[in-house]
């Protein structure tokens, strides 16, 4: 019987946890900027973060590397692995080409951060509240 | 042979020569100038601003130990030998970049290298000049970019070998010059294309084979061009050193004995005093999964005793998270121009044996020729952090040089392992 209820309140509680599971493993690309019908494509959305030339420069802020919001945005965004985004940045650094993104702690500050900075953009969970004064730029399947 | 001449270049200065060497003082001294204005503006700063320092000063660095074994009595490469060593690739680099306003930052690295044959201090110190994001002016000692890692050479953390493939990589290529660089990037259709134009000179030294050779290159000019199509990139590039002034192995002492006796041209195939040019494709590609890269190298002197060289590697490599496979194959092949050996023989016995003397030199031109197979494993043990085996297979040429320091020749077939662990920090 306790079996029966346990696996009953497992199947209901399974479609509500999927759903969730679904909006956290999706990102959105927040912007601070005046144009509030701005959008980006994924590829011009990484650029963005890889330090490329961008139609419209923004300021990209990150999380650390071992924010799983950030494995996330490497994975369906950059294509590309942590590693291989570090390595990058030491190239581009210690060649004296480009720096990395600013780093933030936690989403929060992230949140916090660009809701402060005209033209600074940030990846962030797609299940996030979002102040009415930032633009989604793109969003992530 | 073994101790070269002092260089007499005053002497053989022509007059085109001396405009060339007065211009490059020129740029030296102006450059000199702006970083010390640079550096008294930031000094002089009112004790207000401090509070901005850590946005306007960043610093950073990169550290690299290695370790290396070579399975071979009889000879050396790159330095290792059959006593593991730690001493040959180690180093430590700092980095200070110093942002005078928004688009203005002054940055510098210095060096603390273990190897002898590497001189540890100033790596670059130059002013960078960044309008917006489509122009970058750089101004000072710059790296030279004449491969797709040689600016980032000594950062083994931004590659994936411990030694990149010594066809291409090796050290006889200066590291950094004086001068000038403006890039320009922009976006076009789906590719993102940067365009780099450098100009400057050279005058330092660099070992080749555990002897010091002063090198001066009085105008050194390139272009890069990069395009870069999401993950995949390709970059060609094209180099002149022109004015090229080497004193090598000594061959001054013999080149002024048949200038004496009269064999201008024989004189002159053994001189260092000409041009080179260099030519560089590069390709690389990254996924999440898999890893692929090539890079083929080709370097042309007007000289005799530079060889036409053909360097080529091709790595593949997969992730498996946290670790990295790759392996690759490279391959060098130099070509010598044929010499003239203008020396009359059986005239006199002085002239034999100068002209022995001459087939001599000519024959022992060290050639590198070298295939070498790679096997390596990375471990990305933190972000800034990464700990890497790898294991080469050297076959070279058994009558050739083939970048190692032979010991003792007949023992010595050219082949060879190398067996080398680093661990990479960035920070």
């Known amino acids: 019987m306790r079996i029966l209820l346990l696996f009953s309140i497992f199947v209901l509680i399974q479609p509500s946890a999927s759903a969730q599971n679904n909006s956290t493993y999706s990102l959105i690309i927040v912007a601070n900027t005046d144009d509030v019908h701005l959008t980006f494509t994924q590829r011009e959305v990484r650029n963005l973060f890889m330090g490329r030339v961008s139609k419209i420069q923004l300021e990209p802020v990150a999380l650390p590397p071992e924010s799983p919001i950030r494995v996330l945005f490497n994975t369906k965004v950059v294509g590309l692995t942590e590693a291989r985004i570090q390595s990058y940045w030491a190239q581009m650094r210690f060649s004296g080409r480009n720096r990395p993104p600013r780093e933030l702690s936690d989403v929060e500050a992230v949140l916090r951060f660009i809701q402060q900075h005209k033209n600074t953009v940030a990846y962030l969970p797609a299940g996030i509240e979002i102040p009415q004064e930032l633009t989604v730029i793109y969003r992530s399947n | ?427």
């Open chain 2, 1 to 427: 042979m073994k101790a070269p001449l002092p260089t007499n270049k005053e002497t053989v200065l022509t007059h085109e020569n001396q405009d060339i060497m007065l211009f490059k003082k020129r740029i030296k001294n102006l450059s000199n100038t702006l970083l010390a204005l640079v550096f008294s503006n930031v000094l002089y700063q009112p004790v207000l601003a401090r509070d901005f320092m850590d946005e306007r000063v960043e610093f950073s660095g990169f550290a690299r130990i290695v370790a290396g074994y070579l399975d071979e009595e009889a000879a050396s490469f790159e330095g290792y030998d059959d006593n593991i060593s730690l001493s040959e690739q180690s180093l430590l680099g700092l980095q200070a970049d110093i942002h005078l306003t928004d688009t203005l930052t002054v940055a510098t690295q210095l060096l603390a290298h273990s190897s002898e044959e590497r001189k540890s201090g100033i790596e670059w110190l130059y002013l960078n000049y960044e309008p917006d994001q489509y122009w970058r002016i750089k101004a000072g000692k710059l790296r030279t970019p004449f491969l797709q890692y040689s600016d980032v050479l000594d950062v083994g953390f931004a590659y994936s070998w411990i030694s990149p493939p010594q066809q291409l990589y090796s050290s006889y290529l200066f590291s950094n010059f004086d001068g000038l660089s403006v890039t320009h990037r922009n976006t076009f259709a789906d590719l993102n294309i940067d365009i780099e134009a450098y100009w400057g000179t050279y005058d330092d030294s660099v070992f080749v084979g555990g002897d010091e050779v002063n090198i001066e290159v009085d105008e050194i000019l390139g272009l890069i061009f990069q395009v870069q199509h999401d993950n995949l990139q390709v970059r060609a590039a094209y180099a002149e050193s022109n004015e090229f002034f080497a004193d090598f192995l000594g061959l001054e002492d013999l080149a002024v004995v048949l200038e004496r006796a009269g064999f201008q041209q024989s004189a002159d195939s053994l001189r260092f005093d000409g041009s080179a040019n260099s030519y560089q494709v590069g390709v690389r590609y990254d996924d999440l999964d898999y890893f692929a890269s090539a890079e083929w190298f080709r370097i042309e002197a007007d000289l005799l005793v530079v060889p036409s060289v053909d360097g080529y590697y091709l790595t593949a490599g997969i992730n498996l998270l946290p670790f990295q496979l790759h392996l690759t194959y490279a391959s060098a092949a130099p070509e010598y121009a044929v010499s003239q050996n203008e020396i009359p023989r059986g005239i006199a016995p002085q002239l034999d044996q100068l002209a022995l003397g001459y087939d001599q030199v000519i024959d022992s031109l060290p050639s590198d020729s070298l295939d070498s197979y790679t096997l390596g494993a990375r471990w990305n043990m933190r972000a800034n952090l990464a700990f890497k085996v790898e294991f080469t297979r050297l076959v070279g040429d058994r009558d050739a040089r083939s970048f190692f320091d032979v010991a003792d020749n007949a023992q010595f077939d050219r082949r060879a392992n190398l067996y080398q662990v680093a661990v990479e920090w960035v920070f």
